[in-house]
Each structure stands twice: as structure tokens, then as C-alpha cells.
């Protein structure tokens, strides 16, 4: 049985020119292809991950136009088809004026006091 | 070693830009003295650190030339690692992203490395008794 | 129950965020679990007695071991032997000793 991981991811939108990814989305995509176990809790500016009404496109420096620009919270609903349970911090998502229409169906809200509950059911915290 | 343990550290930090290289080669440092197994999965920038091209030089403002300045590279600190593990028996595998070390242009590293991916990530976790990643922001 | 070593590299001066690993470190050792808190690098300026320095005295208070790197102490000029209420400085051979121990390490 693999140890089972929860990522907490806090930092956000540091790579979307150089990356055209969240990096740590898409490594934990890429562990869970590798047969590790993984859960997400967005916290933080992160909890942003999960707007639906994202949209990164139109860099272009010179003639040279970004064609991939992420698309994070694809990126992040995409966890469901794979068994990654995605979840966010409840009063994060508030105190930045979101409310859950705002956001993607397949990510929970979890309240800061659960939250000594929730790292209990992990073997590691990965906390990005 | 009776207490001997494998601990996993995860970088992403590039040289020179944060305190948080220091903290993890102290650690590393620390757990090779401690003779520890260490495997490191250098992320992103981190790939960075034992680049093989970082050349020192002299300190104009304080008035020393490059041999008075003393200034090892972080190349020269990761390959104090391996020497120090060596000496101690202990194993340090380090890592490096192969997609970090290609978008970057990295490839040139001090010998003992080795590249992977994040396969290597998982095997790292699932064979070692800890894990400590130390975050970019 | 678990012991968790929380890392706390940032100083509540530059982040709001360090607040939330206060209370998140506040809220395991109430939950009951051993809690360590080890500041290093900034992390170790609400150490200095300061404004900040009933931030960190909280945490101790609510049962958290709250350790400062004597490194980064030394590096700030904070006097390891006057430290705000509930801190300690400590060598960070403490974080590898506990990571060999098998605390769930959490840096932030």
C-alpha cells in the first residue's frame, strides 16, 4: 500500500509564462501516474485555483504569442478522474470573496478546523 | 549505523536568490553527519544548484581578489556533500527533474548526479522513512 | 496520535500567512498531538521580543514546543538567552533528529 500524501498548496500563480502550469498540480498529476497516493487541500491565495472563470491567454511578447497558457482549474477538476480528492480551506475561499458558484463542483470546502482531523489521515504533508 | 534512517528532501529553490539553499544543505549536512541515507529531488530552479559552469570571482568592493574572496560556488557545497557521505558510508542520491534541467538549460551538473522525474519522487517516498519539501514562494 | 514538525521560515512582519501555521500549529497540540514549531531563517525575528512576540508566546502557551535555529538567531543578532516568552533556541540538528523520528514535517 503507498503512502498517502496530502498536498497543500499555497503559492499560486508563480509560472504562467515559463511553466504554462501551476508545478505543483502538475507534478502531483504526474506521481499519481506513478502509482503514488495523493489528496489536494488548496489554501491560501490557491483556493483561487478552483475559479471556474479563469483565464490566462493572451501573452504575447513581440510576435511571439503563449498558445498553451494554463488552465488551471481544468487542471485541477481533472484530479477527479483519477482518484485525487481536491479539497479548500472554507474561510480562504470566503475571505477572498468567492462563493461556491464561483468555483468547480468536484472541490470540497473544509473548514481550518477540521483541519488537524484532515492531516491526520495522511502518512505525509507535503505543504508547497 | 544502528539509527541509520533514509530522509528525501525536495528542492526547488534556484541558487543565490533565497535563504531556503542554505537551510537545505545545512539539513543535508547535518543528516550526512549524522550518517544518514539522503536522496534530494531537485525541482525546478533547484536544478540549478550544482550547475557545473558557476565560476567565482574576485570582490571589488571589499578589495580582494578571487583567491583572497574565498568564494566557493554552490557546486562546490553539493560536491562537499558527496565527499562527506562518501566518507561516512552514507548514500546521497540526488536527483535532478529532467523536464527542470532541459527547460533551463541545466544539463552541465557536477558529477553524481543523475536525472529523473517524478517517478523517482515517488520511489523516494514510498523508501525512506521521511520527507521534507522545502517550497518555492 | 502524531507528532508533527511545523517549519516556519517566514516572519508575520513580511506574511499574513504565518499566522495560519501559528494557529495551525496551535490547533494540532489542542487537538492533542505533539506539536513542534522550529523558526529559521526570518522566521526567527518574532523570537526578539517584539510586537510580534505575543504571537509566538501563544503558541507555546497553547502547548507547542517553539524552537528559534541558533543560526539564524546568531545571523540576526537576536540574544539566544533573551528570547520572547516560550521560545527556545535550539540547533537545527533538532529538525533532521525529528524527521529521523518520523514527525510529519511540514515547512512553510
Redesign the interface.
Known amino acids: 500500500m503507498p503512502k498517502k500524501t496530502l498536498q497543500i498548496v499555497e503559492s499560486a500563480y508563480r509560472a504562467t509564462l515559463e511553466e504554462q502550469d501551476d508545478t505543483v498540480v502538475w507534478i502531483t498529476h504526474a506521481m499519481k501516474g506513478a502509482g503514488g497516493e495523493f489528496d489536494v487541500l488548496l489554501r491560501g491565495n490557491a483556493v483561487n485555483y478552483a475559479v471556474k472563470a479563469q483565464d490566462a491567454s493572451g501573452l504575447a511578447f513581440g510576435a511571439k504569442r503563449q498558445t498553451q497558457p494554463p488552465r488551471l482549474a481544468e487542471d485541477v477538476a481533472k484530479f477527479a478522474d483519477k482518484g485525487v480528492t481536491v479539497l479548500a480551506v472554507a474561510e480562504d475561499i470566503a475571505e477572498r470573496g468567492l462563493e461556491r458558484g464561483d468555483l468547480i463542483a468536484s472541490v470540497k470546502p473544509v473548514s481550518r478546523a477540521e483541519l488537524p482531523a484532515l492531516l491526520e489521515r495522511y502518512d505525509l504533508i507535503w505543504h508547497w | 549505523m544502528p539509527?541509520k534512517?533514509s530522509?528525501t528532501f525536495?528542492l526547488m529553490d534556484p541558487p543565490y536568490e533565497n535563504?531556503?539553499t542554505t537551510?537545505a544543505l545545512?539539513?543535508m549536512d547535518?543528516?550526512v553527519r549524522?550518517g544518514?541515507d539522503i536522496n534530494v529531488f531537485a525541482?525546478?530552479g533547484a536544478v540549478n544548484v550544482a550547475f557545473s559552469k558557476q565560476s567565482p570571482h574576485a570582490n571589488a568592493v571589499h578589495g580582494r581578489d578571487a583567491e583572497q574572496e574565498d568564494h566557493p560556488n554552490p557546486k562546490d557545497w553539493v560536491a562537499a556533500l558527496f565527499q562527506e557521505a562518501e566518507k561516512r558510508g552514507s548514500r546521497l542520491d540526488w536527483v535532478q527533474c529532467g523536464l527542470c534541467v532541459d527547460?533551463r538549460g541545466a544539463g552541465e551538473c557536477i558529477p553524481g548526479l543523475r536525472r529523473g522525474?517524478?517517478?523517482d519522487?515517488?520511489k523516494f517516498?514510498?523508501t525512506s522513512?521521511?520527507?521534507?519539501?522545502?517550497?518555492?514562494? | 496520535m502524531s507528532n508533527y514538525l511545523l517549519i516556519e521560515s517566514r516572519d508575520p512582519f513580511e506574511s499574513n500567512e504565518v499566522a495560519y501555521f501559528y494557529g495551525l500549529a496551535k490547533d494540532l497540540a489542542q487537538a492533542g498531538h505533539g506539536v513542534t514549531l522550529f523558526l529559521v531563517q526570518n522566521g526567527v525575528l518574532p523570537a526578539r521580543p517584539s510586537v510580534q512576540a505575543e504571537a509566538v508566546a501563544a503558541v507555546a502557551r497553547a502547548g507547542v514546543e517553539v524552537l528559534a535555529d541558533d543560526f539564524a538567531l546568531r545571523e540576526r543578532g537576536i540574544a539566544a538567552d533573551r528570547l520572547a516568552v516560550g521560545v527556545k533556541a535550539a540547533s537545527l540538528e533538532v529538525v533532521v533528529d525529528r524527521l529521523a523520528a518520523g514527525h510529519k514535517a511540514l515547512w512553510h
Open positions: 539509527d534512517k530522509l525536495v535563504a531556503r537551510t545545512r539539513l547535518i543528516a549524522r544518514h525541482y525546478e527547460e522525474s517524478p517517478a519522487l515517488v517516498t514510498e522513512t521521511n520527507t521534507l519539501v522545502i517550497p518555492t514562494k
